[in-house]
């Protein structure tokens, strides 16, 4: 399953992150062509957060918008990729952002990171 390796991979990251420590609180966001399952994500990430040393920290995922650039020159967020350009309705479009997934925010009690 994808999202299995990726949610371990998240783990892994977050667990160097802090040391080792527990967390109380870990929110990742997906990007909206990152071709991932928000719901099976979270799934994942419940179940290797405690195998990885983290707790139990309350997990929040989160879907992001893509950023595109169109050939027009107007940059926009969508969800949806099979919607053209708000401006001219094409469809010859630069990525920018929205493949990525990203631990935005983790929180162990005394620490904000
Ligand atoms: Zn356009």
Redesign the pocket.
Request: proline share 0%; net charge positive; hydrophobic share 0%.
């Given at each position: 399953m994808h999202e299995f390796t990726i949610a371990r991979s998240i783990c892994r990251a977050a667990a160097e992150h802090t040391g080792d420590a527990k967390i109380d609180f870990m929110r990742v966001e997906v990007g909206a062509l990152a071709g991932v399952s928000v719901d099976a994500l979270d799934f994942c990430l419940g179940e290797m957060a405690g195998e990885a040393g983290l707790g139990k920290p309350e997990i929040v995922v989160e879907e992001v918008p893509a950023v595109l650039k169109?050939?027009?020159?107007?940059e926009y967020q969508t969800f949806e990729l099979l919607e053209g350009?708000p401006?001219?309705?094409?469809f010859d479009r630069e990525i920018i952002s929205g493949m990525d997934i990203t631990i935005k925010q983790i929180e162990n009690g005394k620490e904000r990171k």
């Open positions: 169109c050939s027009c020159g107007k350009c401006s001219c309705g094409g």
